[in-house]
């Protein structure tokens, strides 16, 4: 029987699906904000949505791979 790893416990998993959303809608949002805030203009904040989806998005592939980094696949 194999030992359960830490990797294997389902509040974990559940709490890391939870902080991707967050971060993702997070850094959306601002993106939206920031932008409406100094431009003021509907092209500028569609552009500020799409940067903060793209930072978002690369939060979140930084955040798998801290969570993976201790697993071992």
């Not at 389902?10 to 409406?36: H, M, Q, Y």
């Not at 805030?37 to 930084?62: E, P, S």
């Amino acid at each position: 029987m194999k030992p359960k790893s830490s990797g294997d416990n389902p509040w974990r998993a559940l709490a890391l699906v939870g902080a991707l959303g967050f971060e993702v809608a997070i850094c959306t949002l601002l993106g939206f904000w920031i932008t409406k805030w100094i431009f003021g203009t509907t092209g500028w904040m569609i552009t500020g949505i799409f940067i903060g989806l793209a930072a978002g998005i690369l939060a979140a592939v930084w955040l798998v791979r801290k969570a993976l980094e201790g697993s071992d696949e």
